[in-house]
């Protein structure tokens, strides 16, 4: 079994910063793509950003320039550090894993941002 598990967040004031943790264990050694998702209340689940096993990363324009994706591949972790961090930020924060078969989910972690 797959198991993905997401920790850092919670509470912050705006402008702030966070940095989420998300660690894969199972049979899967490697993913092809990691990325966190996020899902507000009443919205939709959206794309934050992703990377690849390479150097490749993409990224959601409401978030570029103060998110930063990172992987960790012997250890099969992914990381989003996030700064200054914006009201609108506020969402469930997801982790997801893929293969070319597969795609796995996190359980998700709340940030909120106040002002």
């Known amino acids: 079994q797959v198991q993905l598990v997401e920790s850092g967040g919670g509470l912050v004031q705006a402008g702030g910063s966070l940095r989420l943790s998300c660690s894969a264990s199972?049979?899967?050694?490697?993913?092809?793509?990691m990325g966190w998702y996020r899902q507000a209340p009443g919205k939709q689940r959206e794309l934050v950003a992703t990377?690849?096993?390479?150097?490749?990363?993409n990224y959601a324009d409401s978030v570029k320039g103060r998110f930063t994706i990172s992987r960790d591949n012997t250890k099969n972790r992914v990381y989003l550090q996030m700064n200054s961090l914006k009201p609108e930020d506020t969402a469930v924060y997801y982790c997801?894993?893929?293969?070319?078969?597969?795609?796995?989910w996190g359980q998700g972690t709340q940030v909120t941002v106040s002002s």
């Open positions: 997801n894993a893929a293969t070319p078969k597969s795609n796995y």
């Open positions: 199972g049979y899967i050694f490697s993913f092809n793509v």
């Open positions: 990377i690849s096993r390479g150097i490749s990363t």
